[in-house]
Each structure stands twice: as C-alpha cells, then as structure tokens.
C-alpha cells in the first residue's frame, strides 16, 4: 500500500460514516462519477455563504470586494495546481460545459467567417477540414465535436482502440494530417483506465497547425498534471471529482488561443463596452465568464485543491496504482468475470469496468448495491467503446483516497456473491 493514511482520510470525509441498505456500511467506489467531499471543502463554502456572500466583480461595498478577493485567489490557486498562470484558468459549470466551450468556438468562428467577419483561421471550419477523437472519448468530448462537424461540414475522424483497449496509433499519421483542425482526446479513459500518450498526440497536432483539446476530468484528480508538460491548448476538467462542489468546471488553455476564440456565452460580466448596435468584449478569462460568478463553488474548489496539495500528487498517485494493482488481480482471480481495458497497471488508472458472464451488469450493480457497496452500472457516457467490445454495459469501479483493499475484496466477494444469487457461480 502506498504512503497515504487511508484510516486518517476517511474520517474527514462525514458520508463515509453513514450506513445504507438496512444499515450496511458504505463502500463507496463510484469516485469515477462524483468524490466525496471533505469538511475542509464543506466548511469553506458555508464560511463564504456566512461571512461574505456577494456577487463578484460587482459592486463596491466590502463584501463584493472580499467575493471578487475569494473568488481570484481560488482560480490562482487551481492554476498552480496544474502549472498554469490565474488568466489562463476559466470557469465553468462543469467539464462538459469547458468541451462545448471550445467547440462552439469553432462553429461560431465558422460562422462569423461566412459573414465576412475577421476570425482566426485556426477556428474556421469548412467541407474537407476534419476533428479528430478517439474511440474511447466520453459523449461530453464526442458529441459536440459531432454537432460541430454537422454545422461546418467538416468530417469526424477517430482514432481506433486495440483489444485490450488501448489507442492504435499505428495509423496516426494518416488521421492527423494537413486537414486536420481540432484533435481532441482523453487523457485518461473513464471506463477502460486507460492513460493515453497525450503530450505526444499534441506534438502531431500542433505539427499540421491543429488545435490540441484534452479532456482531463480523470487524471487531474489523481495524478500530478502539468499544462506544460502535456502541451494542449485547451485542457477540461472538473471541480466534483476532485473532493470539490458540483457546479463548478474547468478549461484551462493558452493566452494566445483564450484571446483568439470566440466566447460561449454572452451577457453580464463578459464585455468591455455595449452599445444598442455592437458590443466588446473582455479579455480571457472574463471573456468566458457571462453572469454571476459560481463563487462559493470556486471557493470550495480551492480548499479541495489545498487538500490534495497537502496530500501530495504523486503520493496520491502511487496510491492509485497500489489499488490499480490490487484490484486487477482481485477481479482477473474470479472465475467468469472478464475485465474491459488494460490488464496491467502500465499506464492505467483506477476506474476499472468488468462484466460477469451470465449476469447483466445492472444486475451486478444491485447486488452490489444491496451489500453496501457503491460501483457505477451503464455505458458510462461512452456508447462507442462499449460497441468496439462488444459489451451493453459494465460494472464500474472508481476507488479514491479514501480506499484501501479492504473496499475492494468487499466487491469481489460481492461479485461471487450475485454469481451464488443468479446461479451461474463456476
């Protein structure tokens, strides 16, 4: 087991100590979907509400200027966490919202541009161009690169995944390739834990002058992320799977690509100056950043970043592949169950998907569920990588800090214990 103090993890997290089904206590696995959050979290967000709740960067009474001071020094915060500099971190509402972000800003350049407006070339998309993705993309990083595509004209390619679910990059050259404009994947896979080469697939990218996206919802959580080293233009994430509130999202990207895009959304916050006819808008961040600021969940966001901090990254990282291990192992070991990803922890994260032979996952999920334990059961938001394997669902587990390996020969148990249920045990 890795160097983190489990035992001393789990008692600042205050769900972790109630009881579900019939008083069962919680395991909870389902870390991939949403974490748990700490009371350092909780407290701070309720301290803000009580003590200096206001609109930021809107009015001069003290307590707008004391929401507008917390409000910038959480983003300050969060974009040290990742290597980045306070005006390249936008907020959002969520992860998916950051990836819509920046594809519209390729249809709304588009757009402009057939108006006879001056946009960057890199965002103008038309009939020939292409956006490339991978096979493995959660929907919020497929879907609108699809919408995209069907207002420009412009094709949706893919990059292929190998049998044991890992991406085919034998073919790359052929995919990125003078045509392409955007390349947009995942840095780690939420249901095969796969950890991709990303900064390599940015360096093809930034090679034919295309846009490099990276959706990093499952790795700046659990492991040390570095802008730089990663070298996307524009990097999605999000504040609830990394101990912090719903309702706040991340996109970091380049000064040079903030000042060049398109905003999303528009209104309050997000000008310079408005007329009847025209309006200007601010520079990046502002720019992104239409309506009242989600202060209290920036706030709660930064006090989730200082515990992770405090942790230690690359602690919290060796702990990841110690329950990566583990649970391979604990899941290969049973007889009838078959794991969909990487069966080794090379370059593979925690979030493990399986299927149990004879049994539909949802099923899995129940028992599992009625024992206690919390897993994710479904496609997990990533339809096309279910078909490449041929498989309607999984079972998903997505341990955390907060995890050891007794959580995880609680599922296996509870896995021979559905087989007993369903009566197709080996």
């Known amino acids: 087991m890795s160097g983190i103090d489990v035992a001393r993890i789990r008692a600042d997290f205050p769900i972790l100590k109630r009881t579900v089904r019939e008083n069962k206590p919680l395991v909870y696995l389902d870390s991939g979907a949403t974490s748990q959050k700490p ?5 701070a967000e309720r301290e803000f509400y009580e003590t200096s709740n206001a609109a930021a960067h809107r009015g001069a009474h003290q307590l707008a200027e004391e929401a507008t001071e917390a409000y910038e020094s959480a983003r300050a915060k969060i974009a040290r966490f990742v290597g980045a500099s306070p005006e390249n971190i936008v907020f959002t509402k969520n992860a998916t919202e ?6 519209y800003a390729f249809s709304n350049a588009t757009a402009l541009a057939s108006q006879g407006a001056s946009v960057d070339p890199r965002f103008e998309l038309k009939p020939g161009d292409s956006v490339v993705v991978t096979e493995m993309e959660h929907h919020a990083n497929l879907v609108p690169w699809q919408e995209v595509c069907a207002k420009t004209g412009a094709t949706l390619k893919w990059i292929p995944l190998t049998d044991d679910g890992r991406l085919d990059m034998s ?31 940015m360096d093809m990218a930034h090679a034919v002058g295309a846009v490099g996206v990276v959706d990093g919802c499952q790795s700046v959580p659990h492991m040390p992320v570095d802008v730089r080293e990663i070298g996307a233009d524009l990097l999605a ?12 999202g991340l996109l970091y990207g380049t000064a040079e690509i903030l000042d060049s895009m398109p905003p999303f959304l528009t209104g309050g916050s997000m000008i310079s100056t408005v007329e009847m006819e025209r309006s200007t808008y601010a520079a990046a961040p502002a720019k992104f950043e239409a309506g009242v600021p989600m202060v209290a969940q920036a706030v709660g966001l930064g006090a989730a970043v200082d515990y992770l901090v405090n942790l230690g990254m690359q602690e919290v990282a060796e702990h990841e592949l110690a ?11 049973l007889p009838g169950v078959r794991i969909i990803g990487p069966l080794d922890a090379r370059n593979r994260g925690s979030a493990i998907s399986f299927v149990v032979d004879g049994i539909h996952p949802h099923d899995v999920g ?3 569920d009625n024992l206690g334990i919390a897993v994710r059961v479904g496609h997990h938001c990533a339809w096309p990588t279910c078909r490449r394997f041929a498989v309607p669902a999984t079972t998903r587990i997505s341990p955390y800090i907060y995890n050891d390996f007794r959580d995880i020969d609680a599922v296996a148990e509870g896995i021979v214990e559905a087989q007993r249920f369903f009566k197709v045990a080996p």
């Open 237 to 248: 994430w999000s504040g609830h799977k990394m101990l912090g509130p719903t309702g706040i």
């Open 171 to 201: 073919g790359l050259p052929d995919l990125i390739d003078s045509a392409t404009k955007v390349v947009s994947v995942v840095h780690q896979s939420n249901i095969l834990g796969t950890i991709n080469p990303v900064a390599e697939i």
């Open 323 to 333: 329950m990566t291990e583990y649970s391979l192992k604990a899941i290969t070991d």
């Open 98 to 103: 950051s990836l819509n972000l920046a594809a």
């Open 366 to 368: 129940q028992v599992l």
């Open 39 to 43: 009371f350092s979290v909780l407290d």
